[in-house]
């Protein structure tokens, strides 16, 4: 079986590696005829054509940037294309996910044509956050910032879409079920989002998610929205450890049900995943990439780390006066 770590350790670029990868898996695929590994060639394919042809990045952010219209606000506004570990996690932890679901509903489980239905729904190979924060001078004596933050997170979902509608995107349905709709929401927007904030992930994790289309690039990407307390929860709290080992836990569980050799497009995706999780990363060898340890990293090339779109911060630009 063809794994991605096969190709972490010669020295290559990301784009050499998903030459090389996407190109073994797809002759792999037509000599075993798996239509679930010529899925994931086509998959890699959509990286490297993000990778190679993204001068209509520029474009993008800039009409997402131009939202900022908070001037009391602190306004973060990052992009990142998905970095190659976490594209690669997400594309087998779906195969695992569906698999398991459709064995537990059936008792048996899905074929080939069913699988691959479900290897379409990327639509967060580009995503932005916009990060807000309260500066202290605005809050006032009794008010609760973390509240204060909320409501201009809910304003600024209400009104994010037509504003990006206007500049060439397309909101797409979220998909969340309609009992989870926030009432915080205006009601012609809520179908739009999935709201992390109102129902909390399990580990905690707080954010609003809004899919766009991109009629002038002819792409998807993911907004997320989250004040300054939410994204640190998410990026070095408690949402980021502990979800990761719930997850490890689960798909070990997914691991004990179905047994090796029941599947092989389960086995296959499990071992993949499980490769990726057991990587030290010090001892890679991928140019622009250095690590120390799994924690001390420098990722100059998109390995394990999104590679970053044109961020930009914007401080309030009244620190000392009140805006009424």
């Known amino acids: 079986m063809i794994a991605l770590n096969d190709y972490l350790f010669s020295g290559n670029t990301?784009?050499?590696?998903?030459?090389?990868?996407?190109?073994?898996?797809?002759?792999?695929?037509?000599?075993?005829?798996?239509?679930?590994?010529?899925?994931?060639?086509?998959?890699?394919?959509?990286?490297?054509?993000?990778?190679?042809?993204?001068?209509?990045?520029?474009?993008?952010?800039?009409?997402?940037?131009?939202?900022?219209?908070?001037?009391?606000?602190a306004f973060t506004f990052k992009g990142r294309i998905k970095s190659l570990i976490r594209s690669e996690e997400k594309f087998n932890g779906y195969i695992l996910e569906f698999i398991y679901k459709y064995y537990k509903a059936n008792g048996k489980f899905p074929s080939e044509a069913e699988i691959k239905s479900k290897l379409i729904c990327f639509r967060d190979l580009i995503a932005y956050r916009i990060v807000i924060s309260m500066p202290a001078c605005h809050i006032k004596n009794g008010e609760s910032r973390s509240e204060v933050e909320q409501k201009y997170l809910y304003e600024i979902a209400d009104v994010l879409p037509e504003f990006l509608e206007e500049r060439g995107f397309t909101a797409e349905l979220s998909g969340f079920a309609e009992e989870r709709y926030s009432d915080r929401l205006k009601e012609e927007v809520r179908p739009y989002y999935r709201d992390y904030v109102s129902t909390p992930r399990s580990?905690?994790?707080?954010?609003?998610?809004?899919?766009?289309?991109?009629?002038?690039?002819?792409?998807?990407?993911?907004?997320?929205?989250?004040?300054?307390e939410m994204d640190d929860f998410a990026e070095i709290g408690d949402a980021?450890?502990?979800?990761?080992?719930?997850?490890?836990?689960?798909?070990?569980?997914?691991?004990?049900?179905?047994?090796?050799?029941?599947?092989?497009?389960?086995?296959?995706?499990?071992?993949?995943?499980?490769?990726?999780?057991?990587?030290?990363?010090a001892d890679l060898d991928v140019n622009m990439f250095s690590a120390i340890n799994n924690q001390l990293i420098n990722d100059g090339c998109g390995l394990f780390r999104g590679r970053?779109?044109?961020?930009?911060?914007?401080?309030?630009?009244?620190?000392?006066?009140?805006i009424d």
């Open 14 to 73: 990301v784009l050499k590696i998903l030459h090389q990868y996407s190109n073994d898996l797809r002759n792999s695929a037509k000599s075993t005829h798996n239509s679930i590994d010529l899925a994931h060639s086509n998959f890699l394919i959509q990286i490297i054509e993000l990778l190679e042809h993204n001068d209509f990045l520029t474009s993008q952010s800039q009409r997402i940037k131009e939202f900022y219209k908070y001037p009391f606000l």
């Open 240 to 281: 980021n450890h502990f979800g990761y080992e719930r997850l490890q836990n689960a798909r070990r569980t997914k691991r004990d049900e179905i047994p090796m050799g029941e599947c092989i497009y389960f086995d296959e995706a499990y071992e993949r995943l499980t490769k990726l999780q057991e990587l030290e990363l």
């Open 308 to 322: 970053q779109i044109l961020p930009f911060e914007h401080l309030s630009r009244f620190q000392n006066d009140l």
């Open 203 to 228: 580990t905690g994790y707080k954010s609003l998610h809004i899919t766009f289309y991109d009629n002038l690039a002819r792409c998807y990407t993911e907004v997320q929205l989250r004040t300054k």
